[in-house]
């Protein structure tokens, strides 16, 4: 009997090792998580907006048709929060052609469609300290490249 609850005792602080106890961070043992992996892209008839998600950096480029093809490139780090409903979203900007956003933190929500090909946005400007609530009337959608 004895042997039996060293191995029990064995295989739980192996699976507690190996998975952790979970509950404690709901959002993930990670700052980052992977559903936005990847290149998301907004087309307008003046301008594109791509979002590219890797690990636990992000880049946004905005490119301009009207202003003589004007070309923006943001970067930074980002961090999730898949608990909250809507989701949280955070970018830290760590590069801009702007230097006042540096090291200045965006705040927004996001929510994916089912089959995750597009994603709703409403991110705050760059140091804005109140997070967007709602996604308004007229939804940011990017879509999934």
């Not at 990670?30 to 950096?57: H, K, N």
């Not at 003589?68 to 900007?93: H, R, V």
């Not at 140091?127 to 308004?136: A, E, M, Q, Y």
Request: include cysteine; charge should be negative; hydrophobic fraction near 40%.
């Amino acid at each position: 009997m004895k042997i039996k609850w060293l191995i029990l005792i064995a295989v739980l602080t192996g699976t507690v090792a190996f998975w952790g106890c979970g509950g404690s961070n709901p959002a993930g043992p990670i700052p980052y998580t992977t559903e936005l992996q990847g290149s998301w892209v907004y087309d307008d008839a003046d301008y594109r907006l791509t979002f590219t998600f890797t690990d636990s950096s992000w880049t946004v480029l905005e490119e301009y048709w009207i202003k003589q093809d004007t070309t923006l490139t943001f970067t930074g780090t980002f961090t999730l929060n898949t608990a909250a409903s809507p989701k949280y979203i955070d970018l830290l900007c760590a590069s801009s052609p702007y230097s006042g956003d540096i090291g200045k933190t965006s705040l927004g929500i996001y929510a994916l469609n089912s089959t995750a090909t597009a994603c709703t946005l409403a991110i705050a400007d760059i140091g804005d300290t109140v997070r967007p609530i709602t996604f308004g009337t007229d939804p940011f959608v990017v879509d999934k490249q």
